[in-house]
């Protein structure tokens, strides 16, 4: 199993007031994603764990990505990977942060 810890500062706070969110289902040969707002709004962590070797950039470029589109200052994201394509990654992390946002 491959740990990736990644460290971001975005430019603003995470939108909503929700405390947690859970998307997809790494059973599925796809991939879980839980938000979590528990950080400083000026932070954001995301790690990740894959069975997947050598695609330590890739992950990185996805969720630079993501943090860049979606600004989640404040969340701490874990990702359970079970052997997602980078696109669905993406897919996922963007739809844990509307369900963030979506929450009264």
């Not at 993501?66 to 359970?80: D, H, K, M, T, Y």
Request: aromatic share 4%.
């Amino acid at each position: 199993m491959v740990i990736i810890k990644l460290q971001y500062a975005p430019g603003r706070p995470a939108e909503g007031h929700a405390r947690s969110a859970i998307v997809g289902v790494v059973a599925s040969g796809n991939l879980e994603v839980l938000l979590e707002r528990t950080l400083p709004e000026t932070e954001c962590s995301v790690e990740i764990a894959t069975p997947v070797h050598g695609y330590d950039e890739v992950w990185q470029a996805v969720v630079a990505d993501f943090v860049e589109r979606a600004s989640p200052g404040g969340l701490r994201i874990s990702i359970n990977d079970g052997g997602a394509r980078p696109d669905t990654v993406a897919l996922r992390l963007m739809q844990g942060v509307r369900m963030m946002e979506g929450a009264q």
